[in-house]
């Protein structure tokens, strides 16, 4: 029998601990996440120092999990690679996870990589989806991030365009602060949107006119907020869901604007999102509608952080003759190009 190549992948850049097995490039041996959801929720947003003490509670008890539900019983033996998010996110939160796998590299005597957040929402696609190589466009849409990425080959990035200010996702969870909807805002947005009337606010689809390949959401969430002041100064009680409508539908014509821009520009149609927002139903909707493009989406569960992404962006970088060592040191604003 072959023998496996098994990558230990962990992710804890913001507020979930992630930690999961990949045989090779996309066999999922172990998927695990400890969700803090729920602790952050009473202050309508992530904690820092909370976030990183929750990872520290969580994560060795998850890798002892992950290596259970892959049948690891020797992992100085039987693991071949671990990854770890490097960078960019929260810096307590990154120390959790990177010493945790400097300490296992250590310990079994196995090499480590340091992977970059963003490299590896990009690699969700490639687990979905075997037949997607490179040249692509890929659509990274987070809560931190909001960037066109040309993808020339694996390891091989240019920046198309990026947000001037907000993500698409902070958008997201600052207009259901202001609604009033609880945290995260983005699914709770989306799922609302959909019984809704996207037509009965006009909110503005930012930089919809210029040719410029870049992102501005702060305009967007403050039509809403005017929008919300008007209503309450007339006493109305707030159509939520037409709100939640309307802004989603701009939201999604801001983003893919821009797509079809870097469609335009490069002449490339193979398009791929990932990131947080990728899981929003209205942005899937519309990718689906273009049908003379070739689209990758990956599933929902994979568009928000996840340590698969980790171990599968840390497999592909380590057969390209990346490696870290024990000097690897998290960096909060690790830029991906
Ligand atoms: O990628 P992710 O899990 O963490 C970061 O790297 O930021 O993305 C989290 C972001 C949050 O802003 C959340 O509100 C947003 O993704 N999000 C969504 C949806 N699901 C998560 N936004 C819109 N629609 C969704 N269905
Ligand atoms: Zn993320």
Same mark, same amino acid.
């Given at each position: 029998?072959e023998?496996r190549?098994l990558?230990?992948?962990?992710?804890s850049?913001?507020?979930? @601990? /992630?930690v999961?097995?990949l045989?090779?490039?996309?066999d999922?041996?172990?998927d695990?996440i400890?969700s803090?959801?729920k602790?952050?929720?009473?202050f309508g947003?992530?904690v820092?120092e909370f976030a $990183?003490?929750?990872h520290?509670?969580a994560?060795l008890?998850? *890798?002892?999990?992950a290596?259970e539900?892959?049948?690891v019983?020797?992992?100085? %033996?039987?693991l071949s690679? !671990?990854? +770890?998010? /490097?960078?960019?996110g929260?810096?307590?939160?990154?120390? *959790?996870?990177?010493?945790?796998?400097?300490?296992?590299?250590q310990t079994?005597? !196995?090499?480590i990589?340091?992977?970059?957040?963003?490299?590896?929402?990009?690699?969700?696609?490639v687990?979905?989806?075997?037949?997607l190589e490179?040249?692509? =466009?890929c659509?990274?849409?987070?809560?931190g991030? @909001?960037? !066109?990425?040309l993808v020339?080959?694996?390891?091989?990035?240019?920046?198309?365009?990026? @947000?001037r200010?907000?993500? /698409?996702g902070?958008?997201?969870d600052?207009?259901a &602060?202001?609604?009033?909807?609880g945290?995260p805002?983005?699914? =709770?947005i989306?799922?609302?949107?959909h019984k809704g009337?996207?037509?009965?606010?006009?909110?503005p689809v930012?930089?919809r006119?210029?040719?410029?390949?870049?992102?501005s959401?702060s305009g967007?969430k @403050? #039509?809403?907020?005017w929008?919300v002041k008007?209503? &309450?100064?007339k006493?109305?009680d707030?159509? !939520?869901?037409d709100l939640?409508a309307s802004?989603?539908? #701009?939201?999604?014509?801001?983003?893919?604007t821009? +797509?079809?821009?870097?469609?335009?520009?490069?002449? =490339?149609r &193979?398009?791929a =999102?990932?990131g947080?927002?990728a899981?929003n139903?209205?942005l899937?909707?519309?990718l %689906?509608r273009?049908k003379?493009?070739?689209?990758?989406i990956?599933?929902?569960?994979?568009c928000t952080?996840?340590g698969?992404?980790i171990?599968?962006?840390?497999?592909?970088?380590? &057969?390209?003759g990346?490696i $870290?060592?024990?000097?690897?040191?998290?960096?909060?604003?690790w830029?991906?190009?």
């Amino acid at each position: 029998m072959e023998r496996r190549f098994l990558t230990l992948g962990i992710e804890s850049s913001c507020d979930d @601990t /992630a930690v999961s097995i990949l045989d090779g490039q996309r066999d999922v041996k172990a998927d695990l996440i400890s969700s803090q959801i729920k602790d952050h929720a009473p202050f309508g947003g992530v904690v820092p120092e909370f976030a $990183s003490r929750k990872h520290l509670e969580a994560i060795l008890p998850l *890798v002892d999990r992950a290596l259970e539900n892959a049948g690891v019983s020797d992992p100085a %033996q039987e693991l071949s690679l !671990i990854g +770890v998010t /490097a960078g960019p996110g929260l810096m307590g939160s990154l120390l *959790v996870g990177v010493m945790t796998a400097k300490a296992l590299a250590q310990t079994w005597h !196995i090499p480590i990589l340091g992977v970059n957040h963003l490299e590896g929402h990009l690699f969700a696609n490639v687990v979905a989806s075997p037949d997607l190589e490179p040249p692509f =466009i890929c659509l990274i849409v987070s809560g931190g991030h @909001t960037e !066109i990425i040309l993808v020339e080959d694996f390891g091989n990035y240019s920046l198309l365009g990026a @947000t001037r200010d907000d993500a /698409a996702g902070e958008a997201y969870d600052k207009v259901a &602060k202001l609604l009033g909807l609880g945290y995260p805002g983005g699914p =709770i947005i989306d799922s609302l949107a959909h019984k809704g009337n996207s037509e009965a606010f006009s909110f503005p689809v930012p930089l919809r006119s210029s040719d410029e390949i870049a992102f501005s959401f702060s305009g967007l969430k @403050t #039509a809403v907020l005017w929008a919300v002041k008007d209503l &309450k100064e007339k006493s109305v009680d707030l159509p !939520i869901a037409d709100l939640c409508a309307s802004f989603q539908k #701009a939201a999604v014509e801001a983003l893919m604007t821009k +797509v079809e821009r870097a469609v335009e520009v490069t002449g =490339i149609r &193979k398009v791929a =999102i990932s990131g947080g927002v990728a899981a929003n139903r209205g942005l899937r909707n519309a990718l %689906q509608r273009k049908k003379d493009w070739n689209v990758f989406i990956p599933p929902a569960i994979r568009c928000t952080d996840n340590g698969v992404m980790i171990a599968a962006a840390a497999y592909n970088g380590y &057969k390209r003759g990346l490696i $870290s060592d024990l000097f690897l040191t998290p960096n909060p604003s690790w830029p991906l190009v």
